[in-house]
Structures are given as structure tokens and as C-alpha cells.
């Protein structure tokens, strides 16, 4: 052999590789990056607010007869020795501490001193409440974050909401407000939609990548096999003809050729929409910016309080009838955990891996492709136990908007208090997505019958979540907690990554006939 057929072979090898990882399901182009590794969980040196020894008094500032109020309920509680005053005291200062934070909140659109920065983030009211351990530990928590992942604090959530970065959280009544308010609200819903297409059409336009990709490969690997001649017998300076193997590669090449061409049109279709959103988009930019001078600072008060007035009953939500409401972080209820505290990058950390084990726990299908869509998560100040699902998208744009979970930062549990939160987001979008057929169809329908069939009593989707959990902390480390019918819907319907899947076959016969039937399914087309 001669070095440029050396050197053509090792070409080929190479296209023939690519090829292979190209048509490979385990490299999906819309499902790519997970989430940024969380290398730093603390400063080394922690900031010095909480030695501030105006703290309190900066909080208090600028409140009207609110300050006054919320001091002397906070005292009389405080020092009350009755279990019955205490109790009633308790109430008070609860109802009175929201107000106050409503008020704060209204100021995050502009710059706020320190303290009420960490009102907001951390419920601390005053530093003295805490023990120094618990000051240390909550000033080495990192301020800023460099992940690029949308896990905010309340101080930010609200920020965001005054400058119009972000839409309010949807509600069952309609929002009341000026007509500057509500041209604001229609612009960022046609806002939203121009930016889901944009993601959507994005995400298509890598998947049509990828095939082409693939199936350029084997057409070079095709025309390599078909150019690949041996010589005539009689006269060696002349090629033989086709063999009948090569001429079957005719029929191959004009198959991939009719693929390429067909990728080629769809892709069309796709850049243009992309070019029309990102053009509907810098239009309505520049209409929301220009919106946004006139009367801005009433529109930032209004939704700046109608968000709050979602955030009070999220809190409510994530604590529940039994939990503890109280509102004021205290070394009373607050316990030193650096993996227990519901921090940014202790959130992402675990959100990480929650993805590690359900493989399409941030996954949404768009014109029947996967697209990553990592919801809002808004950090809640509360001693709140379960985290929650608020929304499971924008009701205006469906396929690629985010979703909002609410997760308490002082769980007894950090892990179950997010797992609650996507299980509850998980049920959400496949109720949505099954819509009028959310008891017959899919996950939920599925779910829905068993429950139905266990004549079981009380609220579905609680079960569901508390089932999500043992799925995610049992079944998938091979400990069978779950009933043979939920084990089966959850595995197609939820499905481990494949690496937990591969693991978890060779452990026992029950995983083993599971991933049986997904090898069926795959090969009936089934899915």
C-alpha cells in the first residue's frame, strides 16, 4: 500500500468514527450542557454587614408607622414569658414582618443598603438573633454568582421583577393596573414568545446539525466503498467492474441524498424563523424600553407588589399547615449545615444531581425534538420543608419558556425539599402537556389509573411527588420501595440516565426485564 492510500484509509477511519458518534442517540445536540461544576461553596474570608452596629436601625429605615409596628410587636414576643401571649405575639409578628418585607421589596429596583439586601435573602432582621457561628457561615456565603444559572435570592427575584426583566408570576386573578401596566405585560408576553422561538428554533437548527452531520459521514463512507475498485483479472492496468454489493450502495447514496436534501429545506425554514424572532424581539426591546420611561416607577411599584403578594403564598405553600411560618431567621430554628442550607451553589449543586439521575428532568420537547430548559428557582427565606412548582411555563409560550419552583432555604432537608419541587414541576408538565387526557394518557394518566385502582384517597399529585422521591433516592441506587405498575410508568415515562440504567440492570432481574423492553420498544418504534 502507497502512502496516499495509507493516508486516504486513515481519512476514512476518522469520517467512519464520526459518523458513528454523529448517528449515535447518546450525543443529542439540544440535550448539551448540564450544569457548570460548583468548585467554591464558600469565600475564604467572610463579609463584615452582620458586625454592622447600625444594622438594625438601617433596616428599620425609611418604613413609616411600619417600623415602629414591627419593633414593638418583635419585643413584645421577644420577651413575653406566657405561652399564650407568645402564641398570639407570634401571629402578629408574622403578618406584620411580610407587610414590612413588601415594603423593602419595593425598594430593590434601585440600590438598597447592605442590611436590607439580607432582610430579603436571608430574613435576618437583626444580626444578634444568631449565634456567631451562624453570622460566619451566612457571610461566606458567596454575594454574586458566576454559574450563569437562574437561581436567584429574593432581593435579586424582586430586582428583576421591578426593572421588567422578568414577568410576574402568574395568578388566578387578573392584574389590576394602569395602561402603561398592561402594555407592559402584553409587550413582554409577545416578548417571551418571539424569545421561546428564537430557543426553539435554535435548538432544531443544532438537531438538523447533527443529522446532517451524520449522514454527510456516511455518504462519504458510502462513496469510499463504492470507489474502492480491484483490478481486472486479465488486464491488471484496468478496474473491475461494480460489485454486487457496491451496486446496492446506489440505492444507499440516493436515500442519503433525499435525507440531505430534505435536512437542507427544514433547515431553511428554521434559519428564517430564527432571523424573524431575533428581529421581533430587538423590535419589541426597543418598544419595552421606551415604555418603559414613561411612568416607570409606578409600574415598578405595581408589579413589584403583586409579585410579593405571590411570593407570601409560595412561602405559605413550601411551609405548610404544620411547618413553621415564623419569618425571622433566629439560632433558635437555624441550624449551621453547609449541604443543609438552600444557598445558590449549594441548589446548584444538587439540581445537578438531580439531572445526573433523571435524564430529562429540565427536558421539553419542541416540534418533537429535546430541549433543555432549566425553570427559575426562586430562593425562599423560609424554614419551608417541601419546595413547589408555581408555574410549569408561561401559558404564552409553552414549548421553551421557563418554569418557576419556589425552595425554602432552612429545610429540615435541602435534597427532599428540591426533589418535591421538580417531582412537583415533572407532574405539572405532563398534566399540561396531556391537557384535556391527563387521566388517560402519559405519565400522569398512567399514575392517575393506578391510583384510581388502589382506590387510594387524597390529593394525586402528593402521591406522585412522595413516589418521585423514592424513585429518585431508592429506586435508582437499586432498592425496589416502589409497586411493579409505578416502577414500569416512571422507567418510561421518567426515565435514569443511562448510566444509572446500565447499572442497575446487571443488579437485578426486575431492572434487567425493564431495560429489556426499552431495547423493544426502540426497535418497534414504539416510543
Known sequence: MNISESNSNQQITAEQANYEEAASPSTEPAIQSGFPPVE????????????????????????????????????????????????????????????FMSKVAQETSGKIPESKKYLLRFGILHPNLLSTEAKEFLSKIPVESGLGQPVYYLDEWMNMIGRGKIKCSATDEARPGSGQGRLNAHLQTLQERAQGKIEG?????????????AAENKLLCLVKELTDHSHYEIFPEIFDHYTEEQKHKFIEIQDCIKTLSKIDRETTVYMRDLEQGCDDLQILNEKLEAAGSAEAYSVDLESINTEFSSIRQMAKM????????????????????????????????????????????????????????????ILLPTYGDFGMCWEPFDKANRATSKGRIAVPMY???????????VGDMRWQVAKEKASFYWMEEGLTGNYYQWFQAQKLK??????????????????????QKLD????GTFWRYMPFTQQIKEKLKDRNLIYQELYQRDKNRAMSDGY
Open 40 to 99: 467554591k461553596l464558600f469565600e475564604d474570608t467572610g463579609h463584615k454587614a452582620f458586625d454592622d452596629p447600625a444594622y438594625y436601625k438601617t433596616v428599620l429605615a425609611d418604613s413609616g408607622n411600619l417600623e415602629q409596628r414591627l419593633h414593638t410587636i418583635f419585643q413584645k414576643y421577644a420577651t413575653t414569658k406566657d405561652p399564650k401571649d407568645k402564641s398570639i405575639f407570634r401571629q402578629q409578628v408574622i403578618s406584620v414582618f411580610w407587610e
Open 201 to 213: 428554533s435554535q435548538g432544531l437548527l443544532r438537531s438538523k446539525n447533527s443529522e446532517r452531520v
Open 318 to 377: 413550601t411551609v405548610g399547615r404544620q411547618g413553621n411560618a415564623f419569618p425571622i431567621l433566629t439560632s433558635e430554628f437555624f441550624r449551621v449545615s453547609p449541604n443543609g442550607v438552600g444557598f445558590r451553589e449549594n441548589v446548584i449543586k444538587q439540581l445537578a444531581w438531580i439531572e445526573s439521575i433523571d435524564a430529562e428532568a429540565f427536558i421539553r420537547f419542541y416540534k418533537n425534538k429535546p430541549t433543555r430548559i432549566v425553570p427559575f428557582v
Open 411 to 421: 429545610p429540615k432537608n435541602l435534597t427532599i425539599a428540591l426533589l418535591s419541587a
Open 458 to 479: 387524597g390529593d394525586v399529585k402528593a402521591y406522585f411527588i412522595q413516589d418521585y422521591i423514592v424513585w429518585m433516592t431508592k429506586e435508582s441506587e437499586g432498592t
Open 484 to 487: 411493579k405498575d409505578i416502577r
